[in-house]
């Protein structure tokens, strides 16, 4: 995968298969069910599960689970709607598990 060459990236733990790029992190600040979690423009080689509304600490969200496209482990979810006008920059974007990733170079 040469377009990965310097640039560092996160990938699947459980089977190394790459999921987000480290330049598509927008925060750091974020938890997700086991913890603590990114934010990220973009995500790569996942799954996602149906669309379902939640409440999460910020407000209802339609979200979509997200799975390893490889070994389908849980990874995170995609906001998909925020039905807050203040938590839309989220919609489109994807929060991702520390503990279900590691970086790579
Ligand atoms: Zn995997």
């Known amino acids: 995968m040469a377009e ?10 459980n089977c190394r298969n790459p999921v987000a ?3 598509d ?7 997700a069910k086991s913890g ?7 995500a790569m ?3 996602f599960g149906q669309a379902q509304d939640r409440e999460l600490m910020t407000g209802v969200f339609a979200v ?5 496209g490889n070994c389908h ?7 998909v709607r925020a039905y807050d006008p203040k938590q839309k920059y989220k919609e489109g974007r994807f929060i991702i598990d520390l503990a279900k990733i590691m970086k790579e170079y």
């Open 25 to 31: 992190i927008l925060s750091k600040k974020f938890h």
């Open 36 to 42: 603590p979690a990114y934010l990220f423009r973009n």
């Open 45 to 47: 080689n996942v799954v």
């Open 73 to 79: 482990e849980e990874m995170g979810w995609k906001y």
């Open 4 to 13: 990965f060459v310097g640039r560092p990236f996160f990938s699947c733990r």
């Open 64 to 68: 979509a689970e997200m799975y390893c």
């Open 21 to 23: 790029m480290a330049d």
